[in-house]
């Protein structure tokens, strides 16, 4: 399955009490998440049924590229994607070089609540694609360049793309896309 997880839900089917999770949208029996996203985070996430698969989809020896839409703190500019592109130190490790470009605010529906807005700081929207995905990594970049995260969305995973699915929807993956992933080789 293929569903855009909205801000503020977990990637679980269980949480505390008050915290928003996957069985508020999603009530098929058996699948998991083929991944995560933090709950501060939105966009595609994959559910699976199939162990294989969903090792096939987390696993980064496959390759499997995510893309991100990123709005950032400040009006960054070409040293600091070259820097994010050329891979950097975040803490505990390097990440692997990586595609960042500029783009165009995204058609994306609001977010509630809103991301902060400050009058007198610009924002920017990138483009990030990985090979890899660690815990808060995206978030972990950004900071590292002096452009913090204010949103984050993850809109493909490979081929697939959330194209017109409003937050909190989900569809059934094709069998061409489910056969897609799995013939990806290491």
């Not at 083929?34 to 501060?40: E, K, N, P, Q």
């Not at 994306?108 to 660690?134: C, M, Y």
């Not at 590292?144 to 194209?163: D, H």
Request: aromatic share 6%.
């Amino acid at each position: 399955m293929l569903f855009n997880k909205p801000f503020q839900v977990l990637c679980q089917f269980t949480g505390e009490p008050g915290q928003r999770t996957l069985a508020e949208f999603i009530r098929v029996p058996g699948v998991y998440a083929a991944g995560r996203l933090d709950a501060d985070s939105e966009g595609l996430l994959l559910l699976t049924d199939d162990g294989a698969l969903q090792h096939k989809i987390t696993e980064p020896r496959f390759g499997h590229p995510r893309t991100y839409w990123v709005q950032v703190e400040g009006a960054i500019g070409e040293g600091a994607l070259h820097q994010l592109a050329s891979g950097l130190s975040i803490g505990d490790y390097k990440t692997l070089p990586c595609r960042a470009r500029p783009i165009e605010e995204p058609a994306l529906p609001a977010r509630v609540p809103p991301v902060r807005f400050r009058k007198n700081i610009p924002t920017s929207w990138i483009e990030l694609t990985l090979q890899e995905g660690r815990n808060r990594q995206v978030r972990r970049m950004t900071a590292a360049v002096g452009f913090p995260t204010l949103r984050l969305v993850r809109c493909g995973i490979g081929t697939l793309t959330l194209n017109e699915l409003a937050p909190g929807q989900w569809r059934d993956l094709t069998a061409a896309e489910v056969g897609e992933l799995k013939k990806r080789r290491p």
